[in-house]
C-alpha cells in the first residue's frame, strides 16, 4: 500500500506563517498540490474509473489524488467518486476505507465539513483500518478540528499518536511542534516560544532544514508578536541563512526557492518599517513583492504581493513618498480579489485611509474609514456564524459518539442480563426444589439493582443533558459579549476620528485643544474595549499591562520633541472589572495629560511614577510627578482646570477618595474599594 501523504487545511493572516506559522512551509515541503495549477480538466478525466479498470488504475488514481485533492474543480469530483464505487465494487475493505480517507479531504475543502469530520472518525474506528491510514487520517482530522476552532478536540487526538512506531512524517522527530502552533493559536506566547526553541533544536540534530527553518521563522512571529522586534529579526535572518547555507537550491522549483526567500526578506522588512527604518524596510519589501509576482498563479503568491504592496505604501508614506505609496496601493487593487480573505480588504481599505489622511483628502479618508468600519462589521457577523456553524460541526461528531458508546452499553447491559437469565434458568431446572427459595432471592435483588443502575443511567444522562445545554449558552453568550466589545469599540473609533477631523479644520487653538483632549479621552475608553474584546475573560481587564499601554498612549499625544518623560510604573497583577477600570483609566489618563500640559513647561526633561497596590479589600493609588508643582493659587472651580473636576466626579463614581499629599512634587492618592 502506498504510504499516504499529509495534506492539510489553513490560511495566511499576514505575511509567511502569521497564524499557523508552519503550516506554509509544509505545503512547499511535503508537495501539497505538487501538480501544476494549469492542467486542464479534460486531462484530469482521464482519471475516472470504469467498470473495466483494474488495480494498477486504482492506485494510480490514489496516487493522483494525493496530489490534486486539494482543488476544487467538477472533474476531480467525478474522479474521486468514481474511484470509491470501484473500490466498494472491486476493492477489499482496506481499499473502501483509502477511496474514503480521499473523499473526506475533498468534502472538508469543499464546505462539507461535518460529512468530512464523520468520514474521518468511521475510518479510524473501523476494524479493517490500517496502523498507517490510522495515522494519516488522526493527523488529518487533528488540524481539521485546529481549522473548526476545536482545539481541545486536536489536542486530544494529538496525545493518541503513537509517535515511537509512525511511519516516517516530520513532526515524528519532533512531535510537540504541533502543540507550539496551537499554543500560538490561544495566546500561550511562553509555551509557544519554549515548544518552538525544542522543535528548531530537534529538526537540526536530525538534519531536517526545511523544517528547522520553518520553526526558527515561526518562533521569530511569536517574538514579532509579543513586541520583541530585535528577537523576531533575529530569528528571522537565521532562517534565511538556513535556507541559502543548508538548503540546496538546485533541488527546488527556481520560482518556489525565490518565492520562499521573499517572504523571509518580507518579515526582515516589516520588523525594520516597525522600528521606523524605512528606508532600510523599502528594498526588502521590493525583494519580496518581485519574488511573488513571478508566482501569480498561486493564490498564496498573490495574496503576499497585496500584503507586501500595502505595507510598502505605509514606508513610503513615512519617508514622505506619497505618490509612490499611492502606486503600490492601485497595485493592490488591481490583484486583489471578492473572494480573497476579509483581512485583505481591510487592510486595503486602512492604507487607502492613511494615505488619503497623509495627502489631506479629509473626504476620501473619511469615506475609506466608514468603508472599513461596515466591512469590520460585516466580517464580525460573518466569523460569528461562520464560528458557530464550526463548533456544531466539530462536536456533533463527539455528540454522536458519545451516543454510540451509550447504546454499546446498553447492548451490552441486556446481552449480560440474558445470560445471566439463562444460566438462572438452567440452574433453576437441575435443582428446582433445592433452590427455589435462593433462586427468588436472588432474582429480587437482580431487578432491584437493574433499576437502581437503571434510574443512576438515567440521573446521568439528564446531567449529561443540562452540562451540554449550559456550555452552549455560555459559548454564545462569550460570543455576543465579543462582539459587543467589538462594536463598543468600533463606535468610540468613529468618535474619535470625527473629533480628529473636526480639529483639523477648526482655526481655534482653544476648540482644538478641547477637541484633543475629548478625542484623548475617547481613545482611552476605546482603548481598554479593545482589551476586553482580546482578553479571554469579558467583564474585567489584565490591569498590568493595559495600563502601561494607557500611560505611553497618553504621554506620547502631548510628547514635545525637547521633553524627555521617565515613567516608574510599579502595578501588580490585577484583573480589574470593567466598573472600575474605564473611571480609572480615564483618572490616571487626566492626571498624566495635566502633568504633560502643567507640570513640565519649560523643562527638558521630567518623570511620571504611578503606583497602584492591594490593600485588603480596596486599592491604592498614588500618582507623583517632579515638575513644577500644583499651583496654590489653583481651584477646582477654575473654569480652565476641568481636568480635576472630571477626576473628582470619577473618584466619586468608584466611591474613591481622592487626597492631595503634596504640591510639588505633585503626589496624589486615590484610594477605592476593589469590588
Keep these: 500500500m502506498k504510504q499516504h501523504q499529509i495534506s492539510y487545511v489553513w490560511c495566511t493572516e499576514n505575511r509567511m506563517l502569521h497564524v499557523r506559522p508552519t503550516l506554509l512551509l509544509i505545503a512547499l515541503f511535503i508537495g501539497v498540490s505538487a501538480v501544476s495549477s494549469s492542467q486542464e480538466s479534460t486531462s484530469i478525466r482521464q482519471y475516472i474509473l470504469d467498470s473495466n479498470a483494474g488495480r494498477d488504475d486504482f492506485e494510480r488514481n490514489l496516487e493522483f489524488l494525493d496530489d490534486e485533492v486539494l482543488k476544487i474543480e467538477a472533474s476531480l469530483l ?101 502543540l507550539a502552533g496551537l499554543y500560538l493559536e490561544i495566546g500561550d506566547y511562553e509555551k509557544s516560544l519554549a515548544t518552538y526553541g525544542s522543535s528548531m533544536k530537534k529538526m537540526a540534530s536530525h538534519h531536517k532544514p526545511y523544517w528547522q527553518l520553518s520553526f526558527t521563522n515561526s518562533r521569530g512571529v511569536v517574538f514579532e508578536r509579543i513586541g520583541m522586534l530585535d528577537s523576531a529579526l533575529a530569528h528571522y535572518l537565521e532562517a534565511r541563512y538556513i535556507l541559502e547555507t543548508q538548503i540546496d537550491r538546485s533541488s527546488m522549483d527556481p520560482v518556489r526557492y525565490n518565492y520562499i526567500e521573499g517572504l523571509l526578506i518580507g518579515n526582515q522588512g516589516q520588523i525594520l518599517a516597525s522600528q521606523g527604518r524605512h528606508l532600510e524596510a523599502i528594498p526588502l519589501f521590493r ?132 445470560k445471566l437469565q439463562q444460566e438462572t434458568n438452567i440452574a433453576f431446572i437441575i435443582v428446582i426444589i433445592i433452590t427455589v427459595i435462593i433462586a427468588g432471592a436472588v432474582i429480587y435483588r437482580f431487578n432491584a439493582k437493574n433499576k437502581q443502575q437503571l434510574a443512576i443511567q438515567i440521573k446521568n444522562d439528564e446531567i449529561e443533558e443540562q452540562k451540554r445545554t449550559i456550555e452552549a449558552s455560555l459559548k454564545e453568550k462569550e460570543v455576543l459579549l465579543r462582539e459587543v466589545n467589538h462594536r463598543v469599540k468600533n463606535n468610540l473609533q468613529i468618535v474619535s476620528s470625527l473629533l480628529f477631523l473636526q480639529s483639523r479644520n477648526s482655526d481655534d487653538p482653544k476648540l482644538k485643544a478641547l477637541i484633543k483632549e475629548a ?138 477618595t481622592i487626597q492631595l499629599v503634596t504640591r510639588s512634587p505633585l503626589i496624589i492618592q486615590l484610594d477605592f474599594p476593589l469590588d
Design 78 to 178: 467525478e474522479v474521486i467518486e468514481s474511484t470509491w464505487e470501484w473500490s466498494k465494487v472491486n476493492g477489499d475493505s482496506n481499499d473502501i476505507l483509502r477511496a474514503q480517507f480521499v473523499r473526506a479531504r475533498h468534502f472538508f475543502l469543499t464546505g462539507l465539513k461535518g460529512k468530512s469530520i464523520g468520514i474521518l472518525n468511521s475510518i479510524r474506528s473501523s476494524p479493517s483500518c490500517s496502523a498507517e491510514l490510522k495515522f494519516s487520517t488522526t493527523i488529518v482530522l487533528r488540524d481539521f478540528y485546529v481549522g473548526l476552532g476545536a482545539y481541545d478536540k486536536a489536542f486530544e487526538l494529538h496525545q493518541e499518536i503513537d509517535w515511537m512506531n509512525a511511519p516516517e512524517f516530520y513532526q515524528k522527530y519532533a512531535p510537540e511542534s504541533f
Design 519 to 656: 478625542h484623548q479621552r475617547v481613545q482611552t475608553m476605546s482603548l481598554i474595549h479593545q482589551k476586553l474584546y482580546q482578553e479571554s475573560q469579558f467583564n474585567q481587564v489584565n490591569f498590568d499591562t493595559y495600563l502601561t499601554e494607557l500611560i505611553r498612549q497618553s504621554i506620547s499625544s502631548y510628547r514635545l520633541h525637547d521633553l524627555k518623560v521617565e515613567t516608574n510604573i510599579d502595578i501588580q497583577y490585577l484583573d480589574i472589572k470593567m466598573d472600575k477600570a474605564i473611571p480609572l483609566s480615564l483618572i490616571i489618563h487626566e492626571l498624566v495629560t495635566n502633568s504633560m500640559k502643567h507640570a513640565f513647561q519649560d523643562l527638558s526633561e521630567g518623570m511620571i511614577a504611578v503606583q497602584l497596590r492591594r490593600e485588603g479589600d480596596r486599592l491604592l493609588l498614588r500618582y507623583e510627578d517632579d515638575g513644577s508643582g500644583l499651583d496654590p493659587a489653583s481651584s477646582k472651580h477654575d473654569p480652565t482646570n476641568i481636568g480635576m473636576k472630571v477626576i473628582e466626579l470619577l473618584a466619586q463614581q468608584i466611591n474613591g
Design 287 to 418: 525583494k519580496d513583492i518581485e519574488a511573488s509576482i513571478l508566482d501569480l498563479s498561486r493564490q498564496e503568491a498573490r495574496i503576499n504581493a497585496i500584503t507586501s504592496l500595502l505595507k510598502l505604501s505605509y514606508s513610503y508614506i513615512a519617508i514622505d513618498e506619497a505618490p509612490k505609496a499611492d502606486n503600490c496601493i492601485h497595485r493592490s487593487i488591481e490583484l486583489i480579489q471578492t473572494t480573497d480573505p476579509p483581512y485583505l480588504w481591510d487592510a486595503l481599505y486602512k492604507a487607502k485611509s492613511h494615505h488619503a489622511e497623509f495627502i489631506g483628502n479629509d473626504k476620501n479618508a473619511l469615506l475609506a474609514l466608514q468603508e472599513l468600519i461596515a466591512l469590520r462589521d460585516s466580517i464580525q457577523s460573518h466569523q460569528t456564524l461562520i464560528q458557530t456553524q464550526n463548533v456544531v460541526i466539530a462536536y456533533e461528531s463527539i455528540i454522536k459518539d458519545r451516543e454510540k458508546e451509550a447504546q454499546r452499553k446498553q447492548i451490552e447491559v441486556l446481552k449480560q442480563k440474558t
